[in-house]
């Protein structure tokens, strides 16, 4: 499986297989209300977590303390990633033709 490359916002909807949905009881959810749900969950006053972003420091190995925020947020990662004519394979494809 690849990254996580696209976030999924508020009106796209999700299905999972039965059995396998968190926080909602059906399987079929709009990625606002699982969102709405965890933060309900997780704590209503903490809702920068889920807008702009909750102020923090991170400190990652070899690097220096950095200020900054965090979010959470849905992501969504393709099985197979989505192949663009204007991805460079694609030129380097036109151009050995």
Do not use: Y
């Not at 499986?1 to 297989?17: C, D, I, K, Q, R």
């Not at 992501?75 to 494809?93: A, K, M, T």
């Amino acid at each position: 499986m690849s990254n996580f490359t696209e976030t999924v916002l508020g009106e796209a909807v999700v299905s999972v297989p039965s059995g396998n949905s968190i926080l909602i009881s059906h399987s079929t959810f709009k990625a606002s209300e699982f969102l709405s749900k965890m933060e309900t969950q997780l704590n209503a006053s903490k809702t920068a977590w889920f807008n702009d972003g909750a102020s923090c420091e991170i400190l990652a190995p070899n690097k220096s303390w950095k200020k900054g925020k965090i979010k959470v947020v849905l992501q969504f990662c393709p099985d197979e990633p989505e192949v663009s004519d204007n991805s460079l394979d694609g030129i380097r494809q036109a151009i050995d033709l």
